[in-house]
């Protein structure tokens, strides 16, 4: 069933990866739109939990996709464990094929991503469909970055707890903890040892070079904006991983908390108060659209 909502319509559709997994997305779509938003979400954020924010975008004038990466929520599969999956695999096959679906050319895309959605662009093989990237909460994921408290906290997950689990599952039981959807182990794998760095996969020595070259390949203005109170990604954990981009047209934002947002953390970006937030987004993304001389050939 295609719900509609005033002048916005909702549809729920599959889109195939290049190895054929099916994978869940829906689309907010109004009736005209000057511009299509691909969101590319948090590790295990299932995408309804973006809809309020997709919705506000197709109700000024954008087109807005999500999608749930291969092995969590409508991209589930019967049974988890011994299920292969990774981070590279959520990057070069899920979101690429979201990007091969939904960018035509007919009007420019562009990526809002949330954590790991701002890893996960710069490992795309069809970077070059995207106009831009504004994403909350990326960071380097390096326990050194963190208050003392939070770093604590998360070297007992990492070392003791999620380990534990994991190895009684077959995969991560991210669900048991309250921390989202459950994960495949490849996922928690590649996490867990690339979060052991203070720049991510950037100074994993099995990978580092490959990594810089692809990520310096992106060219296109980007926002990554993290909230003064993101425990997990705090501003200098940002700064460390976004240098990566080195040759983007790059903008880094500290979000200050206030009287109407005093709370943000690493999810609040996209609940109902956060709405400031998004409007700063299409702002930004109209401001970007604007100076391209593709798109605006004035």
């Known amino acids: 069933m295609t719900p509609t909502f005033e002048h916005l319509t909702q549809r729920d559709f599959t889109i195939v990866a290049a190895d054929g997994f099916a994978l869940s997305a829906t689309s907010y779509e109004p009736e005209e739109y000057k511009a299509t938003i691909v969101i590319a979400g948090a590790t295990g954020v299932p995408q309804q939990f973006y809809q309020r924010f997709s919705r506000f975008a197709a109700d000024n004038g954008y087109r807005t996709v999500t999608f749930d990466y291969r092995g969590i929520a409508r991209s589930k599969v019967a049974r988890l464990k011994g299920f292969k999956a990774s981070f590279l695999d959520w990057a070069r096959l899920d979101l690429a ?45 390096w326990r050194g970055w963190m208050t003392r408290r939070e770093s604590m906290r998360v070297n007992l997950l990492w070392n003791a707890i999620l380990p534990a689990l994991t190895f009684f599952k077959g995969y991560t039981p991210m669900s048991m903890l309250g921390m989202g959807e459950d994960l495949p182990y490849g996922v928690y794998q590649q996490w867990r040892q690339w979060c052991k760095y203070p720049h991510y996969f950037f100074d994993d020595p099995i990978v580092s070079e490959k990594m810089q070259e ?19 990604a705090l501003p200098k954990s940002r700064d460390a991983f976004m240098q990566g981009y080195t040759n983007a047209d790059l903008t880094l934002l500290d979000i200050p908390l206030t009287a109407s947002l005093p709370k943000i953390g690493h999810m609040g970006y996209f609940r109902a108060s956060a709405q400031p937030l998004w409007e700063n987004v299409l702002s930004w993304i109209e401001t970007t659209m604007n100076q391209s001389p593709l798109y605006n050939p004035s």
């Open 214 to 232: 692809k990520f310096a390949q992106i060219k296109v203005p980007i926002v990554a904006a993290n909230a003064v109170d993101d425990l997990w």
């Open 97 to 141: 094929a979201v990007i091969d679906e939904i960018a035509t050319g007919e009007t420019p895309t562009f990526i809002v991503g949330h954590s790991f959605g701002g890893h996960a662009f710069g490992l795309l093989p069809n970077h070059y469909k995207i106009s831009g990237m504004y994403v909350f909460a990326t960071g380097a994921g």
